[in-house]
Protein backbone atom coordinates (compact mmCIF):
# COMPACT_ATOMS: atom_id res chain seq x y z
CA UNK A 1 0.00 0.00 0.00
CA UNK A 2 1.34 3.76 -0.60
CA UNK A 3 3.12 5.38 2.11
CA UNK A 4 1.28 8.47 1.69
CA UNK A 5 -2.00 6.81 2.40
CA UNK A 6 -0.55 4.89 5.15
CA UNK A 7 0.29 7.95 6.61
CA UNK A 8 -3.15 9.60 5.63
CA UNK A 9 -4.87 6.87 7.61
CA UNK A 10 -3.07 7.29 10.57
CA UNK A 11 -3.70 10.67 10.94
CA UNK A 12 -7.10 10.09 10.53
CA UNK A 13 -7.42 7.53 13.29
CA UNK A 14 -5.60 9.87 15.28
CA UNK A 15 -7.43 13.24 15.24
CA UNK A 16 -10.66 10.78 15.90
CA UNK A 17 -9.40 9.20 19.13
CA UNK A 18 -8.62 12.89 20.12
CA UNK A 19 -11.42 14.19 19.29
CA UNK A 20 -14.12 11.99 20.34
CA UNK A 21 -13.19 9.87 22.87
CA UNK A 22 -16.60 8.38 24.09
CA UNK A 23 -17.31 7.51 20.82
CA UNK A 24 -14.69 4.62 21.00
CA UNK A 25 -16.84 1.59 21.99
CA UNK A 26 -15.58 -0.42 24.62
CA UNK A 27 -13.38 -3.81 23.59
CA UNK A 28 -15.44 -5.70 25.38
CA UNK A 29 -18.81 -4.67 23.22
CA UNK A 30 -16.97 -3.95 19.61
CA UNK A 31 -17.23 -6.08 16.96
CA UNK A 32 -14.96 -5.90 14.09
CA UNK A 33 -16.87 -5.25 10.76
CA UNK A 34 -14.86 -7.48 8.82
CA UNK A 35 -14.76 -10.55 11.28
CA UNK A 36 -18.58 -10.46 11.34
CA UNK A 37 -18.53 -10.74 7.52
CA UNK A 38 -16.14 -12.99 7.47
CA UNK A 39 -18.20 -15.48 10.30
CA UNK A 40 -21.17 -15.15 8.52
CA UNK A 41 -19.73 -16.35 5.79
CA UNK A 42 -18.16 -19.46 7.13
CA UNK A 43 -20.15 -22.27 5.81
CA UNK A 44 -22.63 -23.66 8.34
CA UNK A 45 -21.72 -27.09 10.10
CA UNK A 46 -22.02 -29.85 8.39
CA UNK A 47 -25.33 -32.08 9.03
CA UNK A 48 -24.34 -35.03 11.21
CA UNK A 49 -23.91 -37.84 8.95
CA UNK A 50 -24.89 -38.42 5.49
CA UNK A 51 -27.97 -40.28 5.26
CA UNK A 52 -31.33 -39.66 6.86
CA UNK A 53 -32.10 -42.43 8.91
CA UNK A 54 -35.08 -44.79 8.35
CA UNK A 55 -38.27 -45.21 9.33
CA UNK A 56 -37.79 -49.00 9.64
CA UNK A 57 -34.30 -50.97 11.46
CA UNK A 58 -33.21 -54.22 10.38
CA UNK A 59 -31.95 -55.75 13.31
CA UNK A 60 -29.40 -59.27 12.93
CA UNK A 61 -30.72 -62.46 15.29
CA UNK A 62 -27.92 -65.15 14.41
CA UNK A 63 -24.50 -62.94 13.96
CA UNK A 64 -22.18 -64.67 13.78
CA UNK A 65 -23.85 -66.49 11.11
CA UNK A 66 -23.25 -70.32 11.62
CA UNK A 67 -24.81 -72.38 8.27
CA UNK A 68 -26.18 -70.70 4.92
CA UNK A 69 -29.09 -68.27 6.32
CA UNK A 70 -29.11 -65.28 8.34
CA UNK A 71 -31.65 -63.78 10.28
CA UNK A 72 -32.84 -60.67 10.72
CA UNK A 73 -35.72 -59.26 12.68
CA UNK A 74 -37.41 -56.07 10.58
CA UNK A 75 -39.04 -53.68 12.89
CA UNK A 76 -41.98 -51.27 11.53
CA UNK A 77 -43.43 -48.35 12.83
CA UNK A 78 -47.27 -48.57 12.95
CA UNK A 79 -49.43 -48.61 9.93
CA UNK A 80 -46.26 -49.00 7.95
CA UNK A 81 -47.42 -52.10 5.56
CA UNK A 82 -44.64 -53.51 3.47
CA UNK A 83 -45.77 -54.01 -0.71
CA UNK A 84 -42.80 -55.60 -1.37
CA UNK A 85 -38.90 -55.98 -0.48
CA UNK A 86 -35.42 -56.78 -1.66
CA UNK A 87 -31.63 -57.52 -0.31
CA UNK A 88 -28.37 -58.05 -1.60
CA UNK A 89 -25.12 -58.83 0.15
CA UNK A 90 -21.85 -58.25 0.11
CA UNK A 91 -18.81 -59.51 1.50
CA UNK A 92 -17.28 -56.46 2.97
CA UNK A 93 -13.86 -57.04 2.26
CA UNK A 94 -14.90 -56.85 -1.24
CA UNK A 95 -15.75 -53.74 -2.16
CA UNK A 96 -14.72 -53.33 -5.79
CA UNK A 97 -16.81 -56.25 -6.45
CA UNK A 98 -19.81 -55.09 -5.14
CA UNK A 99 -22.75 -56.79 -6.34
CA UNK A 100 -25.43 -54.35 -7.42
CA UNK A 101 -28.71 -56.63 -8.39
CA UNK A 102 -30.81 -56.95 -5.45
CA UNK A 103 -33.17 -59.75 -4.87
CA UNK A 104 -37.03 -60.34 -4.00
CA UNK A 105 -37.72 -61.73 -0.62
CA UNK A 106 -40.28 -62.85 1.26
CA UNK A 107 -41.43 -61.48 4.86
CA UNK A 108 -41.60 -64.52 7.14
CA UNK A 109 -43.99 -63.55 9.82
CA UNK A 110 -43.17 -64.77 13.32
CA UNK A 111 -44.68 -64.79 16.69
CA UNK A 112 -41.93 -61.81 17.87
CA UNK A 113 -42.23 -59.90 14.28
CA UNK A 114 -41.83 -59.71 10.56
CA UNK A 115 -38.62 -61.40 10.08
CA UNK A 116 -35.95 -62.15 6.53
CA UNK A 117 -34.48 -65.40 6.10
CA UNK A 118 -31.29 -64.13 3.60
CA UNK A 119 -30.08 -67.33 1.88
CA UNK A 120 -25.94 -67.08 1.44
CA UNK A 121 -24.01 -68.20 -1.34
CA UNK A 122 -21.00 -66.89 0.00
CA UNK A 123 -20.41 -68.59 3.65
CA UNK A 124 -16.48 -67.48 3.49
CA UNK A 125 -16.20 -66.26 7.22
CA UNK A 126 -15.94 -62.30 7.51
CA UNK A 127 -17.68 -59.41 7.47
CA UNK A 128 -20.67 -59.09 5.31
CA UNK A 129 -23.30 -56.27 4.84
CA UNK A 130 -27.09 -56.49 4.30
CA UNK A 131 -28.02 -54.01 2.14
CA UNK A 132 -31.93 -53.84 2.31
CA UNK A 133 -35.21 -52.00 0.28
CA UNK A 134 -38.44 -51.07 1.37
CA UNK A 135 -41.71 -50.97 -0.87
CA UNK A 136 -44.56 -49.60 1.78
CA UNK A 137 -48.21 -50.19 0.11
CA UNK A 138 -49.28 -46.60 0.50
CA UNK A 139 -47.76 -45.79 -3.35
CA UNK A 140 -45.09 -43.70 -1.38
CA UNK A 141 -41.26 -44.12 -3.13
CA UNK A 142 -39.08 -47.59 -2.42
CA UNK A 143 -36.86 -46.71 0.80
CA UNK A 144 -33.31 -48.04 1.59
CA UNK A 145 -32.33 -48.98 4.80
CA UNK A 146 -30.14 -46.31 6.59
CA UNK A 147 -28.61 -44.70 9.56
CA UNK A 148 -27.06 -41.37 9.88
CA UNK A 149 -23.89 -42.74 8.38
CA UNK A 150 -24.54 -46.40 7.05
CA UNK A 151 -26.76 -47.60 4.42
CA UNK A 152 -26.61 -51.15 5.33
CA UNK A 153 -26.51 -53.92 8.19
CA UNK A 154 -23.42 -55.65 9.14
CA UNK A 155 -23.06 -59.36 10.17
CA UNK A 156 -20.59 -62.54 10.38
CA UNK A 157 -19.78 -65.52 9.22
CA UNK A 158 -18.42 -67.58 11.75
CA UNK A 159 -14.86 -69.47 11.32
CA UNK A 160 -14.68 -72.59 11.41
CA UNK A 161 -14.44 -73.57 15.11
CA UNK A 162 -11.28 -75.60 14.15
CA UNK A 163 -9.56 -72.39 12.56
CA UNK A 164 -6.60 -72.96 10.08
CA UNK A 165 -3.81 -74.94 10.24
CA UNK A 166 -0.21 -73.13 10.69
CA UNK A 167 1.20 -72.98 7.16
CA UNK A 168 4.56 -74.06 6.05
CA UNK A 169 6.44 -70.83 6.20
CA UNK A 170 8.17 -71.41 2.62
CA UNK A 171 5.12 -71.99 0.79
CA UNK A 172 4.08 -68.89 2.79
CA UNK A 173 6.35 -66.41 1.81
CA UNK A 174 6.81 -67.59 -1.78
CA UNK A 175 4.30 -65.04 -3.43
CA UNK A 176 3.14 -61.51 -1.74
CA UNK A 177 -0.48 -62.97 -0.38
CA UNK A 178 0.90 -65.82 0.64
CA UNK A 179 -1.61 -68.70 2.14
CA UNK A 180 -5.08 -67.69 3.12
CA UNK A 181 -6.72 -71.39 2.90
CA UNK A 182 -10.07 -70.21 4.59
CA UNK A 183 -10.07 -67.61 1.37
CA UNK A 184 -11.27 -64.69 4.12
CA UNK A 185 -9.04 -61.83 3.29
CA UNK A 186 -6.35 -62.80 5.85
CA UNK A 187 -3.37 -64.80 5.52
CA UNK A 188 -3.33 -67.91 7.71
CA UNK A 189 -0.55 -67.15 9.86
CA UNK A 190 -1.88 -63.67 9.96
CA UNK A 191 -5.24 -64.97 11.45
CA UNK A 192 -3.79 -67.74 14.00
CA UNK A 193 -2.05 -64.78 15.67
CA UNK A 194 -4.75 -62.74 15.71
CA UNK A 195 -7.50 -65.09 17.30
CA UNK A 196 -4.49 -66.23 19.49
CA UNK A 197 -3.77 -62.89 20.89
CA UNK A 198 -6.84 -60.94 20.85
CA UNK A 199 -8.80 -64.25 22.08
CA UNK A 200 -10.17 -62.42 25.38
CA UNK A 201 -10.74 -59.13 23.59
CA UNK A 202 -13.15 -59.48 21.13
CA UNK A 203 -14.13 -56.25 19.88
CA UNK A 204 -10.51 -55.55 19.01
CA UNK A 205 -10.16 -59.32 17.52
CA UNK A 206 -12.63 -58.23 15.12
CA UNK A 207 -11.69 -54.59 14.70
CA UNK A 208 -7.76 -56.46 14.18
CA UNK A 209 -9.81 -58.38 11.34
CA UNK A 210 -11.05 -55.66 9.51
CA UNK A 211 -7.80 -53.82 9.17
CA UNK A 212 -5.97 -57.28 8.53
CA UNK A 213 -8.62 -57.73 5.44
CA UNK A 214 -8.09 -54.11 4.23
CA UNK A 215 -4.11 -54.11 4.69
CA UNK A 216 -4.06 -57.73 2.56
CA UNK A 217 -6.03 -56.06 -0.29
CA UNK A 218 -3.88 -53.06 -0.27
CA UNK A 219 -0.85 -54.92 -1.03
CA UNK A 220 -2.20 -57.33 -3.13
CA UNK A 221 -3.98 -54.68 -5.75
CA UNK A 222 -1.20 -52.56 -6.51
CA UNK A 223 -1.12 -52.50 -10.47
CA UNK A 224 -4.31 -51.14 -10.88
CA UNK A 225 -3.82 -47.17 -9.05
CA UNK A 226 -7.66 -46.23 -9.07
CA UNK A 227 -7.93 -49.98 -6.83
CA UNK A 228 -5.28 -49.55 -4.99
CA UNK A 229 -6.20 -46.28 -3.35
CA UNK A 230 -9.62 -47.68 -2.79
CA UNK A 231 -8.45 -50.24 -0.79
CA UNK A 232 -6.00 -47.23 0.90
CA UNK A 233 -8.86 -45.70 1.86
CA UNK A 234 -10.53 -48.51 3.16
CA UNK A 235 -7.33 -49.88 5.50
CA UNK A 236 -7.75 -45.73 7.12
CA UNK A 237 -11.09 -46.70 7.84
CA UNK A 238 -10.12 -49.69 9.32
CA UNK A 239 -7.51 -47.66 11.39
CA UNK A 240 -10.05 -45.25 12.90
CA UNK A 241 -12.42 -48.18 13.66
CA UNK A 242 -9.54 -49.68 15.38
CA UNK A 243 -8.61 -46.73 17.18
CA UNK A 244 -11.85 -46.13 18.91
CA UNK A 245 -12.27 -49.62 19.53
CA UNK A 246 -9.01 -49.58 21.18
CA UNK A 247 -9.29 -45.97 23.05
CA UNK A 248 -6.94 -44.38 20.56
CA UNK A 249 -4.19 -46.98 21.07
CA UNK A 250 -4.40 -48.86 17.70
CA UNK A 251 -1.26 -47.66 16.56
CA UNK A 252 0.68 -49.85 18.43
CA UNK A 253 -1.40 -52.72 17.50
CA UNK A 254 -0.84 -51.89 13.55
CA UNK A 255 2.75 -51.59 14.08
CA UNK A 256 3.00 -55.37 15.20
CA UNK A 257 0.19 -56.56 12.58
CA UNK A 258 2.67 -54.77 10.05
CA UNK A 259 5.87 -56.46 11.17
CA UNK A 260 4.21 -60.16 10.46
CA UNK A 261 2.61 -58.60 6.91
CA UNK A 262 5.49 -57.31 5.31
CA UNK A 263 7.94 -60.14 6.18
CA UNK A 264 9.38 -60.55 3.02
CA UNK A 265 11.13 -58.16 0.26
CA UNK A 266 8.23 -58.47 -2.16
CA UNK A 267 5.63 -58.07 0.36
CA UNK A 268 7.68 -54.53 1.30
CA UNK A 269 7.63 -53.66 -1.96
CA UNK A 270 4.05 -53.77 -3.01
CA UNK A 271 3.52 -51.85 0.07
CA UNK A 272 5.99 -49.10 -0.98
CA UNK A 273 4.27 -49.00 -4.05
CA UNK A 274 0.48 -48.80 -2.31
CA UNK A 275 2.12 -45.86 -0.99
CA UNK A 276 3.02 -44.09 -4.13
CA UNK A 277 0.22 -45.07 -5.58
CA UNK A 278 -1.86 -43.05 -2.27
CA UNK A 279 0.23 -40.00 -2.62
CA UNK A 280 -1.41 -36.68 -3.41
CA UNK A 281 -4.91 -38.64 -2.04
CA UNK A 282 -7.16 -37.07 0.69
CA UNK A 283 -8.68 -38.58 3.41
CA UNK A 284 -11.48 -37.38 5.61
CA UNK A 285 -11.26 -38.58 9.52
CA UNK A 286 -14.20 -39.43 11.51
CA UNK A 287 -16.33 -36.14 12.40
CA UNK A 288 -16.93 -38.13 16.12
CA UNK A 289 -16.89 -41.30 17.76
CA UNK A 290 -20.50 -41.98 16.52
CA UNK A 291 -18.67 -41.88 12.81
CA UNK A 292 -15.66 -43.81 14.05
CA UNK A 293 -18.12 -46.75 15.05
CA UNK A 294 -20.00 -46.81 12.01
CA UNK A 295 -16.31 -47.44 10.31
CA UNK A 296 -16.38 -50.63 11.81
CA UNK A 297 -17.63 -53.53 9.80
CA UNK A 298 -19.33 -55.57 12.89
Request: with cysteine.
Amino acid sequence: MNKLLLAAIALSLSINILGSEKSIPKKTDYVDPLRAKFEASKPKPPMKGKFKPSEFDVIPLNSPVKGKLANFLLKLPPGFEVEDIKYRVQNASHILLKEKNYSPITLAETPVGKKLHIPLKDTTPGLYRLYVKVKPKDGSEERQYQTAYLDFVRFIVAENPNGVPMPDPTKNKATVGGIDSDRNGIRDDIQIWINEEFKDRPLVKLAMKQFAQARQLEILNTDNRMQSIEFSKQGLDAQECLDVVTKRTGIYLIKLHDEKLLNTKDRLSANIKSNSNFSGQSYSLAKDEEHSRSLCNF
